[in-house]
Structures are given as structure tokens and as C-alpha cells.
């Protein structure tokens, strides 16, 4: 593991780094991860739900020694649940208790009651704090579930690294956070906010580095069933589809027949697990039967000649 502060000093060590945490990621996702960590930039990572994102964001917390804070977006996120709100039970008893005291006055309690200590600090303002084992990951999950207002005010935090709160003034981080940024391009996000970050497609892996993935994330997989669920999922993946399987449905399928004692792929298998791979009734229904069974069979050749051609 990489020590607390240090960061990698090359696109190899990036990679390595990766590795070393059971990522297994292309030589172009280092490059940029790289230069996002060098030139203190924000990384925005795109790509088809599944495809490991969000991963990366955890695995260079872990990596690193940092703290990972996720702001998970949704439609309607607002101020008060992503940078900060006041805790207004507490102001409340506190203006009673100098009601009740007597000694109440209008701009001292006002200047009491809005400071620090009745601060509630969200993931963005969290982020800015300084932290002993370095500036923190942030994690902003899924942008494009939120909405243009909230595009925007992310402006100021990824240009400056600061926040403004109107009743204290600016905050900002001495040490800016690493941020990651990922969307699963459901709508698109505004060239300024891109601007502000390095860019990189998250694609789903090839069948060489998919067969990698799964080696490590689940060794336990027998020889022949690993090869023609690789073989079974590359093909279904080209198949019209209203969300085609990506790698963590990949290998929670894998999970799923090793805890079925399956060796290989069979027909009735196949059929009785698609709900682990597929999420959509239409294109359940689409898949079973004989479709399955043709995707298969090619699968099982395929993965019969890359075991012995």
C-alpha cells in the first residue's frame, strides 16, 4: 500500500497502484488518473452503469491512506444535504435559553448562534477540511442525476476549493481534496464543468482484461466455468439489450454459480440465473430459452479454443 501522503511518481506506479488493490484497469485510466493527481485537477470518469467507477474513487482512498467522503447525487439534491444546513434545534434552545436568561442581545446572539459550533458540515464542506493523513477523496457519485442549478454551484468548489456560507464567509481548503466525478450519461453534463476536470470513458473490459477482473475478484471460480462465463457475457453484451450486464453483475454471476457448485455453464442454469446478470424483465424474457442457448454454445466454443488453440 502507498504510504499516507505519497503519490504515485508515474503512470506505471498508477497502474501498480491500482493492481495492488485489486483494480485491474487500462494503461489510459492510469495516464489520467496520473495526471489528475499530478496537476491537481478533478478526474470526471463516464461510462455504462456497472462498469467500475465508483471503484476507482474507493480503491485510491484505500490506496492512499485517505478518507473517502461520497456525495451520492439524485434528483433534487439541494445545498443543505450536499455542503452544509444549520442545526436549528440547537439555535433554537439556545436563543430560549438566553431569552430565558435574560441576556439576549440581537447582534451577539446572532453572531453565537450562526458559528461554527452550530454548523452541520456536509460532504463538500467535509471535504475542505484539513486532515492529518492528507486531503481527502471526494467522491461525487452519479452527477447526472442532479440538476443544472447544482452543476453550477459546483463551479466555485472545483475551481476554488471553497465554499462560500453567507453568514460566515469563505471556506477553503488549504490542501484541495482529490475529486472524482462520475455520471452514467444520462443526460449530459455542461462543458463548464467539464472544463475544470481531465476526462476519461470507462468502457467495459475486453475479454482478456475481464478474465483478470474475475481472477481476482473471484478466484475461487473453476478453470473451465470462468472461461465460458467470460465467453457467455462478451457475447451478450453485443446483443440488443436495454442494460446489458456490466463487470459487477459479471461477477456476482460468477459468485452465484460457484455457490451453485456449477464447473461449467449449463443450459437450465443459464436460464434459472439471468436475473443476477440482467435487470429488466424484457430483457430477460428476450434472452431465455433459445437465444440463451445459441449465445452459449458459441460461448463454450469460443472458450474451448482459448483454452487449447
Not at 475544470?196 to 481476482?216: F, K, M
Request: glycine share 6%; aromatic share 6%.
Amino acid at each position: 500500500m502507498t504510504s499516507l501522503s505519497k503519490l504515485p511518481d508515474s503512470i506505471d506506479a498508477t497502474l501498480a497502484m491500482l493492481e495492488s488493490a485489486g483494480y485491474i484497469g487500462e494503461r489510459s485510466l492510469a495516464t489520467v488518473l496520473f495526471l489528475a493527481l499530478k496537476m491537481g485537477r478533478p478526474l470526471f470518469l463516464e461510462g455504462e452503469a456497472g462498469v467500475g467507477k465508483t471503484e476507482i474513487a474507493k480503491v485510491l482512498a484505500a490506496s492512499l491512506g485517505r478518507k473517502l467522503i461520497r456525495l451520492q447525487c439524485y434528483e433534487g439534491l439541494d445545498i443543505a444535504s450536499a455542503v452544509y444546513e444549520w442545526n436549528y434545534a440547537r439555535q433554537m434552545m439556545a436563543i430560549r435559553l438566553a431569552e430565558a436568561g435574560g441576556t439576549i442581545s440581537g447582534d451577539s446572539l446572532k453572531s453565537d448562534i450562526f458559528s461554527d459550533e452550530y454548523l452541520i458540515r456536509r460532504p463538500l464542506l467535509q471535504a475542505l477540511e484539513p486532515d492529518v493523513n492528507g486531503a481527502p477523496v471526494l467522491l461525487i457519485d452519479e452527477l447526472d442525476r442532479t440538476d443544472e442549478a447544482f452543476e453550477a454551484y459546483l463551479l466555485e468548489v472545483l475551481s476554488d476549493f471553497q465554499i462560500t456560507i453567507p453568514e460566515i464567509g469563505v471556506i477553503k481548503a488549504a490542501t484541495p481534496p482529490i475529486v472524482i466525478l462520475t455520471s452514467n450519461r444520462t443526460r449530459e453534463i455542461h462543458d463548464a464543468l467539464k472544463r475544470r476536470c481531465l476526462y476519461h470513458w470507462v468502457d467495459y473490459p475486453d475479454a482478456a482484461r475481464e478474465r483478470r477482473i474475475l481472477s481476482v475478484r473471484a478466484p475461487h471460480a473453476p478453470a473451465q466455468l470462468s472461461a465460458e462465463l467470460i465467453a457467455f457475457v462478451q457475447r451478450l453484451r453485443k446483443e440488443d439489450l436495454f442494460k446489458v450486464p456490466g463487470v459487477a453483475e459479471m461477477l456476482d454471476w460468477a459468485s452465484a454459480l460457484t455457490e451453485l457448485d456449477a464447473v461449467a455453464l449449463d443450459p437450465a442454469q443459464v436460464n434459472d440465473t439471468l436475473g443476477v446478470l440482467l435487470k429488466y424483465q424484457d430483457d430477460i424474457s428476450k434472452m431465455q430459452g433459445g437465444k440463451a442457448y445459441e449465445i452459449l454454445e458459441a460461448a463454450k466454443t469460443e472458450a474451448k479454443l482459448a483454452r487449447f488453440g
